[in-house]
């Protein structure tokens, strides 16, 4: 039986001061929609469903092959494989909870070795994206996510934690035992148990550390 997990952020967290659908829109061709939408998100201004619909658009005609392709070129954190194999070393399952879409989570599970991903979902019709949401997600999706994930495993989320650094990571804040707020906004760092910052994910270590330590 697993020991507890640990769920990670993707946007602002492991990708650094950008977005995997900044990155993504800026090879797709429309990135200023883009970030304009994130910005009203992060201000509150617009929903994530509302934010996902603009990107959306700009998929359409695109293949998952493509997308797939452009984000071997995705600006990541260091030290990602260390610490997820110090989770697992840990008997710690690392798992993503972001609001990236669904085909970054699973590119980064495949290339990190994270146990499973969360997010949202495009509408692919004869092998390319048609540019409409098949499925949304929001920061009570990730809590949600968090709350099956952690179940699956017989656990409950007193006995995980979570790293994240902003607005989406509030409620898997609240509701998981441990948080680490990485290179995070005010309203994050406020919220979380502990605070990290740096270019190189390690830094959450020992704060994940300290929590083994005296929740055993």
Not at 91 to 103: E, G, H, R, S
Not at 114 to 124: N, T, W
Not at 169 to 186: E, H, I, M, R, Y
Request: glycine share 10%.
């Amino acid at each position: 039986m697993s020991r507890g997990a640990v769920f990670f952020d993707v946007d602002g967290t492991l990708v650094p001061g950008t977005s995997s659908g900044q990155h993504l829109a800026g090879l797709l061709g429309h990135v200023a929609a883009l970030r304009e939408a994130e910005a009203a998100y992060d201000a509150g201004t617009m929903t994530n469903q509302e934010a996902s619909v603009i990107d959306a658009r700009g998929w359409t005609g695109r293949t998952p092959a493509e997308v797939t392709a452009y984000l071997a070129g995705l600006p990541l954190v260091t030290g990602i494989d260390a610490t997820v194999a110090w989770c697992r070393a840990h008997n710690l399952v690392p798992f993503l909870a972001t609001l990236a879409w669904d085909v970054v989570g699973a590119d980064l599970c495949r290339r990190f070795g994270f146990a499973r991903a969360c997010g949202p979902s495009l509408e692919v019709v004869r092998g390319s994206y048609t540019g409409r949401v098949l499925t949304h997600f929001d920061e009570w999706g990730k809590r949600d996510f968090a709350r099956s994930a952690a179940a699956a495993l017989g656990l409950d989320l007193s006995h995980c934690a979570a790293v994240g650094d902003s607005r989406s990571d509030l409620p898997l804040f609240a509701d998981t035992g441990f948080s680490v707020a990485f290179n995070a906004t005010p309203a994050a760092r406020a919220a979380a148990s502990a605070r990290a910052d740096g270019p190189d994910l390690r830094a959450v270590l020992p704060h994940l550390e300290h929590w083994l330590t005296t929740s055993s």
